[in-house]
């Protein structure tokens, strides 16, 4: 088992470019999500899928839009990218519904943004 | 919404000592608290979590402690190790689904 995958790791773009970010996940998990990183911030929760067909947004949605293709995959589109956009991006995934349950990370694209 | 604190941001100890991060929440609802561990460069994993039934978990050499009326939650590591060094993240379960918020992360150093 991969666990979650994503692509790409590494990602230089330009001001006003657009990209998307590919996350997979093969644990059978309902629930996915995306998450960026910034020194000092901890992860932020940007949007998240609690199942299939769903999404919502999370505590920093702007600018971003997702797409939860099927089960297994989880996109996240930056449409017009700004500087303010350079980070790390996680995707994780988790069993989800009403249950706690943990989530598992990828390995993160690294995104830079001149 | 949900704020998560977290202390201290940065913390040195010596092989063998132990080492306590803790974390406050303010949403009285939240009930799952999981602690994280990301080392340079690599993916946050999960190291050990608590529900909010139970006031302390223990896991070889980490524990995670909850007080549900200060609304805190403490990790605790002892006999610490060079291999502990690491970042450190809290988070609390907010919300109808498994929507976490994390603290800002504690960078822990562990000394030879």
């Known amino acids: 088992n991969a666990g979650v995958t994503q692509t790409p790791k590494f990602q230089v773009l330009k001001t006003g470019q657009s990209m998307t970010l590919q996350c997979a996940q093969d644990?059978?998990?309902?629930?996915m999500y995306w998450y960026r990183q910034d020194p000092g911030m901890g992860l932020r929760l940007i949007y998240y899928?609690?199942?299939?067909?769903?999404?919502d947004k999370g505590e920093v949605p702007n600018g971003y839009n997702v797409s939860r293709l099927n089960k297994r995959e989880f996109s996240l589109r930056l449409e017009s990218a700004a500087p303010s956009q350079t980070s790390v991006y996680f995707c994780?995934?988790?069993?989800?519904?009403?249950?706690?349950?943990?989530?598992?990370f990828g390995d993160g694209t690294r995104l830079s943004i001149l | 919404g949900e704020n998560v604190e977290q202390h201290p941001s940065t913390l040195s100890v010596q092989e063998g000592d132990s080492a306590v991060i803790k974390c406050t929440y303010s949403?009285?609802?939240?009930?799952?608290f999981p602690w994280y561990k990301q080392e340079l460069g690599k993916r946050p994993q999960l190291i050990i979590d608590?529900?909010?039934?139970?006031g302390e978990k223990k896991d070889q050499r980490i524990a995670v402690t909850l007080n549900k009326t200060a609304k805190h939650f403490s990790l605790h590591i002892t006999e610490t190790q060079p291999e502990d060094s690491a970042v450190y993240f809290c988070?609390?379960?907010?919300?109808?689904?498994?929507?976490?918020?994390f603290g800002a992360g504690t960078r822990l150093a562990v000394h030879p």
């Open positions: 994780a995934s988790s069993w989800g519904g009403q249950e706690d349950q943990p989530q598992h």
């Open positions: 644990m059978n998990h309902n629930s």
């Open positions: 899928s609690a199942s299939e067909g769903t999404t």
């Open positions: 949403d009285s609802a939240s009930n799952y």
């Open positions: 608590i529900r909010s039934n139970v």
């Open positions: 988070a609390s379960r907010t919300g109808g689904y498994n929507k976490l918020i």
